[in-house]
C-alpha cells in the first residue's frame, strides 16, 4: 500500500509530526472519494478503503499475509538477486535504479515465490512488487517465476501469480524480453503435466507481463478497477488516432468482452483461490484447462469451474453465475425470435 511520502496537511514541515501523522492516516487515492482514512482501518479491509471500496496497491509481503494460510510461506529462490550485465546507463544507472528499488520494497526483487497453502490446499504461489522498479520484469524475475513454476509441477501442485507490472524491464534490454518466452514454456510444461495455473492480475499489468504468463493462466482472476492491458491508453490513442471507450483497459471492460474470468474484490479473493484451487485438486484441472483454451469467450466457460468449485465446496462464485442466468433468457428470446423469424 503506497504510504510512504503520503502529505497529511497540518503536519506538514514539521519533521517530527508528520512523521507520526503519516504513519496513521492516509488520503483515499479515488479522486470522488478522498476521504482521509484511518491506516489500521484501510489494514483491516485488506487495504481497501472502508468508504469506496477503493483498492490500494499492496507490497508482495502484504499481498502474502492477506491471501495464503498463515503460517504456512517457505520462500522459494530468495537467493537470485538482479546484476547489471550491459552496463546500462540511461537517465540513471540501472545500479541506481536496482538500489532504490531495494530501498522501497525492502526486497531483493519484483517477486516473491513461496511454497504454500491457500484454503488447506498445497500450491506455489508468487507475489509481484510494483515498488520494485515498477515490479518490471528483468531476468531474475522470469527466472523466478520459471523456478517457481517448475517446482509446481514436480510437486504436482498448482501455481497462483498475483501480477502486477509496467511490462519487461528495458535496462535489461533482450535479456528480459526473453523472460516472456522461458515463462511461457515452463507453464506449456506444467499444462501438459496436466496441473492447474491461476493468475490473479491486480493494478496495473502491462506489456511483456500481460502477454506473457498474466494471461496464459487457466483462469484469470483480476481486482476490480485494475488497469489492465499491453500498451497504455495515451500511447495507444496517438498511435491509432481513435478515442478509447471509457473505462477501456479497466478489469471490468475486460471481463466484458471476454478477456477474463472473474473480477473478484480483494476481500473475496482468499475464498475464491480457495475454491479453484479445491476444484482444480480435486480432478478439475484439465477440465479447467480445456475451458481456457476452447475456441469461444473466455466468458462462456467462466461458469463452468465456477460452477464445478461450487459442487466440491457447496459454495459457488457468484459474479460468473449471475451472468450465465442474466445470458441465458436472452439466448433463449434470440433463438425464439430466429424460429418466429423462419
Ligand atoms: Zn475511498
Known amino acids: ?56 496497491r499492496v507490497s508482495s509481503r ?18 537470485l538477486e538482479p546484476m547489471d550485465v550491459l552496463n546500462f546507463q540511461g537517465k540513471k544507472s540501472y545500479q541506481q535504479s536496482l538500489k532504490e528499488g531495494r530501498q522501497k520494497s ?28 515498477g515490479a518490471s520484469m528483468g531476468s531474475v524475475v522470469g527466472e523466478k517465476i520459471a523456478r517457481a513454476i517448475e517446482y ?45 495455473y491461476i493468475a490473479v492480475l491486480t493494478d496495473p499489468t502491462l506489456a511483456g507481463v500481460s502477454a506473457s504468463y498474466a494471461f496464459l493462466a487457466d483462469v484469470i482472476v483480476a481486482e476490480p478497477k485494475a488497469m489492465i492491458g499491453f500498451t497504455g491508453a495515451r500511447v495507444l490513442e496517438q498511435a491509432i488516432k481513435v478515442k478509447l471507450p471509457p473505462g477501456f483497459q479497466e478489469s471490468e471492460f475486460l471481463l466484458k468482452h471476454g478477456q477474463l474470468d472473474m473480477v473478484v474484490p480483494r476481500a473475496q479473493i482468499r475464498s475464491t483461490l480457495g475454491k479453484l484451487l479445491t476444484y482444480a485438486t480435486a ?5 479447467m484447462q480445456d475451458a481456457a483454451k476452447a475456441p469461444r469467450s473466455r466468458l462462456e466457460f467462466a461458469k463452468a469451474p465456477a460452477q464445478a468449485a461450487a459442487s466440491v465446496t457447496g459454495n459457488g462464485q457468484a459474479a460468473p453465475k449471475k451472468k450465465a442466468a ?13 424460429r418466429a423469424g423462419r
Open 283 to 287: 480432478g478439475g484441472a484439465r477440465k
Open 326 to 338: 442474466r445470458r441465458k433468457p436472452a439466448a433463449k428470446k434470440r433463438a425464439a425470435k430466429a
Open 62 to 79: 502484504e499481498r502474502v499475509q492477506i491471501t495464503i494460510d498463515s503460517g504456512t510461506w517457505t520462500e522459494l529462490f530468495d537467493e
Open 1 to 56: 500500500m503506497a504510504l510512504a511520502g503520503r502529505r497529511t496537511g497540518p503536519g506538514e514541515g514539521n519533521g517530527r509530526r508528520t512523521v507520526r501523522t503519516e504513519a496513521q492516516f492516509l488520503k483515499c487515492e479515488n479522486s470522488a472519494c478522498n476521504k482521509t482514512l484511518f491506516v489500521k482501518e484501510v489494514q483491516k479491509h485488506n487495504y481497501c478503503c472502508p468508504a469506496c471500496g477503493h483498492h490500494f
Open 152 to 196: 509446481a509441477t514436480a510437486k504436482g501442485w498448482p501455481i497462483v501469480i498475483v501480477c502486477c507490472s509496467g511490462g519487461a524491464r528495458m535496462q535489461e534490454g533482450v535479456l528480459s524480453l526473453m523472460q516472456m518466452a522461458k515463462t511461457s514454456a515452463a507453464l506449456q510444461r506444467h499444462n501438459e503435466a496436466g496441473l492447474a
Open 106 to 133: 525492502g526486497e531483493k526483487e519484483a517477486v516473491i515465490c513461496g511454497a504454500c497453502k491457500v484454503k488447506g490446499i498445497e500450491t506455489v504461489f508468487c507475489a509481484m512488487d510494483f515498488k520494485y522498479i
